[in-house]
Nanobody
């Protein structure tokens, strides 16, 4: 397993969570890392994406201003800080790398109203 996601949980609307994705295979170098989520009964959707070269993240409209993607090169870890969570943010969150097409195992986020 090269990508390990964690940090999900149950939180009330308006709360925060920070997801982590640890890269055990040093695959974040020269790569594009994404966070996806899949809500119950829905297709997996792209939430945020970041180029390891630029360090700049791009977000889907529904999370702009609430989610922040960052990386810690020393820890080979990518984060997704999620603030002001809404019930519609509920789902399983996955990290993914574009270069090798690895998927983390997913971490579940549940936001109660």
């Amino acid at each position: 397993v090269q990508l390990q996601a964690s940090g999900g949980g149950l939180v009330q609307a308006g709360g925060s969570l920070r997801l982590s994705c640890v890269d055990s295979g040093n695959i974040f170098v020269d790569n594009v890392i994404d966070w996806y989520r899949q809500a119950p009964g829905k297709q997996r959707e792209l939430v945020a994406t970041m180029s390891s070269a630029s360090g700049t993240a791009v977000y889907t409209d529904s999370v702009k201003g609430r989610f922040t993607m960052s990386k810690d090169n020393a820890k080979n870890t990518v984060y997704l800080q999620m603030d002001n969570l809404k019930p519609e943010d509920t789902g399983v969150y996955y990290c993914h790398d574009m270069k090798y097409n690895n998927w983390g195992q997913g971490t579940e986020v549940t936001v109660s109203s």
